[in-house]
DNA sequence: CAGTGGTCTAGACCACAGT
DNA sequence: CTGTGGTCTAGACCACTGT
């Protein structure tokens, strides 16, 4: 471990830093896959922390599967990449944005309606809860990616007709706006082909085969989770793709054997 | 919390029980979604605990997305349903039996070669390699669903040739004779039209849309994580579809703010 | 103010791996 | 045997929430 003294101002806690200085190893190739890292009481010794705090700091690089311990052996860096193509309920925006190209959008519709039965059960609302629709041709560099059609309560977001702006992102506007933070979303894919209507503003032929993807997502509001936004939305198939991380079921779930 | 005692002789951790008690009150519908959880405190003093083996469990549940914390308010319930439909890095067999359907398979190659140079890079074996070719069709209650192609490292499996079972999960297989027990899989998925071989094992036409998965999967073997199996395969656009479930990033990547 | 979760300490015993 | 991670204790201080 680098030798320069802990904060203890309490700003940030020390365990973070300590996890800070490991990945730190890690992402500069000190550590590499497959390696030892140092023991609990080895950082406990050489930082001049309890083994609980040391350990909190390992645990948490376990959580996510960056490094694993095996009892009697030692804790070693997992050999899995750490990259960042893994899909995040993350905006159109910041994703294009992390993959280097340049987002926009082309806004079609921007309006409050009733919500159509589909989009009132999905979002556990009521029959005629009123939601504002959202439809938006997204490009990546000019070029077109897929259209969505979003419907966000209105309840949520009063007023988001007037304040947003349309080449923002959706997702910034409700946190900076509203106080509304995405932290999980429920996702369907499903390939087909286009509707003519989405066939003609991604300029594909309509036996192109294209994504489809239904989405629910969920705000942390307050102390609950609530359902926010509904979107199914339409990506060209030669243009897009995804990439997932699947790991191994935790919870046999039915209730028991956890 | 249920008032009996813990167990303390050691075979099952004490914040285990505690979380099994916890996702019993949830599970049984006696604490809903968005309910105020036992405080730590609480469950420190009621099952004569100490307050971090209580926060262990609390912690665990947190963790695994099932209850969330607010400083000062307490932990509640999450309304996030525990559904299993969620994609892990199981087999066919397992899906589709979590499904309900009745798995069975085709099997049309099994024989060992020298790895491709996609595969070989893929596995991040040499060149010169020799895996295991498994070219399967894939059916669900004897319906077509998709055709697989995979490639397993025959130093990992060696005379998997002759002791696999066409009809057995070959994940079982694997974990059954040779320990390997597959922990993780990255995958990506894409959309397109079948090849003509596929499409005719598929008894679809060559226009239908289809799933292109490419997926590479790990196994822990001793100390390390080892590439063992690389997937290409074909899935039926009108019979399958992925639900995933996607949370926001903790990792800011690029090796900071985390 | 009291109650909550977030962090931290300085010990402890255990199971397990490797020598 | 030593060293490892896994669990557990009985305290502590802090920041935050709600009254």
New interface residues.
């Given amino acids: 471990m680098q030798s320069f003294p802990l904060e203890r101002d309490g700003l940030v806690p020390v365990y973070?830093q300590i996890?800070?200085r490991l990945?730190?190893r890690i992402?500069s190739g000190d550590l590499k896959?497959?390696d030892l890292m140092p023991s609990e009481q080895e950082i406990s010794g050489t930082l001049g922390v309890s083994r609980?705090t040391a350990r909190q700091a390992v645990k948490s690089l376990c959580?996510?599967?960056i490094a694993?311990s095996?009892r009697g052996?030692g804790t070693?860096v997992?050999?899995?990449k750490?990259e960042?193509n893994f899909?995040?309920?993350?905006s159109f925006t910041e994703e294009m944005n992390a993959l280097g190209f340049r987002p926009s959008s082309q806004v079609f519709a921007l309006k409050a309606e009733r919500a159509p039965t589909e989009v009132a059960e999905a979002l556990k609302a009521g029959r005629n809860s009123e939601v504002i629709r959202l439809d938006r041709l997204r490009l990546a560099n000019s070029k077109p990616m897929g259209v969505e059609c979003a419907y966000l309560l209105h309840s949520m977001c009063p007023g988001l007709v007037h304040v947003f702006d349309p080449q923002a992102s959706l997702y910034e506007t409700l946190w900076k706006q509203f106080g509304l933070?995405?932290?999980?979303?429920?996702?369907?894919?499903?390939?087909?082909?286009p509707s003519a209507a989405a066939a003609s503003l991604l300029r594909i032929s309509r036996?192109k085969?294209?994504?489809l993807f239904t989405r629910v997502s969920?705000a942390?509001r307050g102390?609950?989770?609530q359902a926010v936004e509904y979107v199914k939305s339409t990506y060209r198939?030669d243009r897009y793709?995804?990439?997932?991380?699947?790991?191994?079921?935790?919870?046999k779930?039915?209730?028991i054997s956890?």
């Fill in positions: 973070v996890r800070k990945l730190d992402t896959a497959g609980m959580d996510w599967g694993y095996m052996k070693f997992s050999p899995v750490l960042k899909r995040q309920a993350q933070s995405i932290a999980v979303a429920d996702e369907v894919v499903e390939v087909g082909l036996n085969p294209v994504f969920y942390r102390h609950s989770m198939g793709k995804i990439a997932n991380r699947l790991t191994r079921a935790k919870l779930l039915a209730g956890v």
